[in-house]
């Protein structure tokens, strides 16, 4: 059964910067892509990054472009999302999930972890 531990959350002044990781077990192929969503209470789940299995393809939302990179090291079956330049519209529960493309909707993701609560204080 896959599972997947996000771990890194916290709390930072605006301008600061995070490292959020997903770390996954119970598959033995990296053959799934990772997607990094978040959701802020009273808000709707943002995708906010996903990175392609397959060619390390990465997608970013327009909120976090340039600001944001998605990483994975497949040995250690972990992904990671480097935050810079947090705002305090940033603060959010931050989850990672599974799919078989990054280009599935958010609804057919699957494998969700618990998530790590990050707040940026202006």
């Known amino acids: 059964q896959v599972q997947l531990v996000e771990s890194g959350g916290g709390s930072v002044q605006a301008g600061g910067s995070l490292t959020l990781s997903c770390t996954a077990s119970?598959?033995?192929?990296?053959?799934?892509?990772i997607g990094w969503f978040r959701q802020a209470p009273g808000q709707e789940r943002e995708r906010v990054s996903c990175i392609s299995s397959a060619d390390g393809t990465t997608y970013y939302a327009d909120s976090v472009k340039g600001r944001f990179t998605i990483s994975r090291d497949n040995a250690k079956n972990t992904v990671y999302l480097q935050m810079n330049t947090l705002k305090p519209e940033d603060t959010a529960f931050y989850y990672c999930?599974?799919?078989?493309?990054?280009?599935?909707?958010?609804?057919?993701?699957?494998?969700w972890g618990r998530g790590a609560q990050v707040t940026v204080s202006s």
């Open positions: 999930a599974t799919a078989r493309t990054c280009d599935y909707p958010p609804y057919q993701y699957d494998n």
């Open positions: 119970g598959f033995t192929k990296a053959y799934y892509d």
